[in-house]
């Protein structure tokens, strides 16, 4: 007998309790917080949803293998065992551990970009755009138009437009130090890129001499995503399709907080000889020996282990169901939601749900709002509060408006599922009640993180 309960494939050894507040509590609370959802205290939200980075559960096998942490200062075993891990993925040359993925942007691009540099991507996500920024290098999003549309369901919908890529490396000669793939795309709806897309991207960069970078984040999930929809993959594993994407690249970052299963590190890996040594030099002045890169000893382990699990097929076919069983019941109901659900993430479309709301008063940080208020539901928007803020201070709306609700890894059952649906579709019984919101204090980057807002019309929710 062939079951079709796709179940979560682990029993729970260790609980966590979580807990509710009254609707008169959130009320509080969000005024407390600014009306930012990043400001408010962790302990009063009931099914937190605000990233998927960091947040998941460890394995009885991770916790064990911390034990093992070896924390010597330089060589230590965890190290090895780290590297090794990641070589035997990546296959790169240059295993560089960092404290998250951040710190392998920052070092990377400072030693590769500098004022005036493009770098082309499908899709930056925040704090890759800042750091490209901040080197005073334009970062140049190339997503295929479709990836700019909610409705459209493609199944590679987070690949970069090569014609738009070509065209750029041809047009600024001189000018694109590397180019970056990002698996998935995340601020493009956690869309998965193609093979065939990750192998041409990689062919033109070659072609013009331009290393070939990818933002490995969640490369397990769009391993997976390739073999189920990907001609000629059904057959391979996802490690044997992980390694093909990689071996496609000259080297990648890596949050290890998201597919490394682990709570905290990341890595650089590349293979060119001078710029891994440029970067082990900036390394050592900002995180650490290169054996350990700002993570102790038993960090390294988890994440050995953690890159290890990631791979297996009952939890990628686990996890990518999960997130779809939500998209299911919304996209029932009629909610507009990015399609195809992606890997980590449900990103409800907040323009399409609330055509009243002008992207000047913040749909998406406004019904992410409503979320937490009427269900105790912490999601975040990515949107004009967090990608509107030009480099020179002015306003552009983002080109969609979307509240993220990202699963984080092992950690929540069906019934929160549940409960996560009935909260949404309440809201979305109620959306024409929704108003918007307006800044008040804003800092002068990655404002979304500490910004406060208020209602733009003195209440939340109109009484019907
Ligand atoms: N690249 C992508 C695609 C990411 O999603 C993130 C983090 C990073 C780089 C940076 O990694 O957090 O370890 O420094 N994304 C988290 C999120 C924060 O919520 O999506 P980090």
């Not at 999960?322 to 907040?350: E, N």
Request: some cysteine; overall charge negative; hydrophobic content about 40%.
């Amino acid at each position: 007998m062939q079951y079709k309960t796709i179940i979560e494939p682990f029993r729970i050894k260790t609980v966590e309790p979580i807990k509710h507040t009254t609707r008169e509590e959130r009320v509080a609370a969000l005024e407390e917080a600014g009306y930012n959802l990043f400001l408010l205290k962790a302990e009063d939200v009931l099914i937190d949803l605000l990233t998927d980075s960091g947040t998941g559960a460890m394995s009885s096998a991770q916790w064990a293998g911390m034990m093992l942490g070896d924390e010597s200062y330089a060589g230590a075993k965890s190290f090895y065992k780290f590297e090794t891990a990641v070589r035997n993925i990546t296959g790169f040359k240059h295993v560089i551990p960092t404290h998250q993925g951040r710190a392998a942007e920052r070092i990377l691009f400072g030693a590769a970009l500098k004022p005036g540099d493009i770098v082309p991507n499908n899709t930056h996500f925040d704090t890759t755009r800042a750091n490209t920024e901040y080197r005073g290098a334009t970062a140049l999003d190339i997503p295929i138009p479709e990836g700019r549309n909610p409705a459209a369901i493609l199944p590679f919908k987070g690949n970069i437009d090569l014609e738009a890529l070509e065209r750029t490396l041809t047009e600024n000669p001189g000018k694109v130090p590397m180019v970056m793939i990002t698996i998935t795309n995340n601020s493009g709806g956690g869309q998965p890129v193609s093979m065939a897309n990750i192998r041409a991207a990689s062919e033109i960069c070659h072609r013009h001499a331009i290393p070939f970078f990818i933002d490995a984040c969640r490369f397990a999930e769009n391993s997976y995503f390739i073999k189920l929809r990907e001609e000629g993959y059904a057959d391979k594993t996802p490690l044997e399709i992980a390694q093909e994407i990689f071996s496609y690249a000259d080297g990648c970052t890596m949050s290890a907080k998201k597919d490394g299963m682990a709570n905290i590190g990341g890595f650089l890996a590349l293979n060119d000889d001078a710029l891994a040594q440029e970067c082990k030099n900036m390394l050592i002045l900002t995180e650490g020996f290169p054996t350990y890169g700002g993570l102790a000893g038993y960090d390294l382990e988890a994440i050995a282990v953690g890159l290890e699990e990631v791979l297996h097929e009952d939890y990628l076919e686990y996890r990518l169901r999960s997130v779809a069983y939500l998209g299911d019941i919304l996209t029932k109901a009629g909610v507009p939601i990015v399609q195809p659900p992606g890997g980590h993430a449900i990103y409800i479309d907040a323009k399409g749900m609330l055509p009243h709301i002008p992207q000047s008063e913040y749909p998406a940080w406004a019904l992410s709002l409503v979320l937490y208020l009427e269900g105790g539901v912490r999601g975040v928007e990515i949107g004009s509060v967090m990608f509107g803020q030009q480099p020179d201070g002015s306003e552009k709306p983002s080109a969609m408006e979307l509240v993220r609700l990202a699963f984080p890894r092992r950690v929540y059952t069906q019934s929160h599922v549940d409960y996560l649906a009935e909260v949404i579709l309440h809201v979305n019984d109620i959306k024409d009640q929704i108003r918007g919101v307006k800044m008040v204090e804003s800092p002068p980057m990655l404002r979304h993180f500490s910004a406060k807002l208020a209602p733009a019309h003195g209440t939340m929710l109109t009484s019907k």
